[in-house]
């Protein structure tokens, strides 16, 4: 099984700076790799597919990157509703591939 | 639009059976696959169970294999999980979520349900 590894946990950030998190696989997924947020008492919600590929109605300030063991995705300038968890998910691997144990971004 | 909308949720004993329902609407569901996610409180999300567009192929996480089953009824745009033998464990909010493919194949998950939580206890 893949193992999908989310750095840091948690990650403090002001409203209007940027941030990063990362998605480490513990072998190449290609760019099989998805991001979702979610928000407290809220289903996931898909943002980046394809490792870079923002999804429908996702804001620009959302970017993916990567490819084979190591992800990045960015927000360029941190808006309060982006404060959230957020997770990778690798779909490499049949049936359903394997998500990473998320990264809490919450207001420095 | 895409909706999916779980029911089914409870409280129920260990060793005993629920049933989920995921009630589909704003797409033609009996062209995707389906599937079963769940969420353990405070913690992180695990697959369950996925079945084909026509309900021919189905997988389970083995965590839940021999437990549970994975069902759909393409006539009335619902995914159903039968959960017997329910342990302690299995207490989660459970989502059904689509993929934009009616194969069983490695996919993103593109509309989740708001889900439906279950709790195991006695």
């Known amino acids: 099984e893949i193992v999908m590894t989310q750095s840091p946990a948690t990650l403090s950030v002001s409203p209007g700076e940027r941030a990063t998190l990362s998605c480490r696989a513990s072998q190449s997924v290609s760019s099989n790799l998805a991001w979702y947020q979610q928000k407290p008492g809220q289903a996931p919600r898909l943002l980046i597919y394809g490792a870079s590929t923002r999804a429908t109605g996702i804001p620009a300030r959302f970017s993916g990157s990567g490819s084979g063991t190591e992800f990045t995705l960015t927000i360029s300038s941190l808006q309060s509703e982006d404060f959230a968890v957020y997770y990778c998910q690798q779909y490499n691997n049949w049936p359903a591939g394997t998500f990473g144990q998320g990264t809490k971004l919450e207001i420095k | ?122």
């Open chain 2, 1 to 122: 639009q895409v909706q999916l909308v779980e029911s089914g949720g409870g409280v129920v004993q260990p060793g005993r059976s629920l049933r989920l329902s995921c009630a589909a609407s704003g797409f033609s569901f009996s062209s995707f696959a389906m599937h079963w996610v769940r969420q353990a409180p405070g913690k992180g999300l695990e697959w369950v169970a996925v079945t084909s567009f026509d309900g021919s192929n189905k997988y389970f996480a083995d965590s839940v294999k021999d437990r549970f089953t994975i069902s759909r009824d393409n006539s009335k745009n619902t995914l159903y999980l039968q959960m017997n033998s329910l342990r302690t464990e299995d207490t989660a909010v459970y989502y059904c979520a689509r993929v934009g493919v009616g194969a069983i194949e490695p996919y993103y998950f593109d509309y989740w349900g708001q889900g439906t939580l279950v709790t195991v206890s006695s």
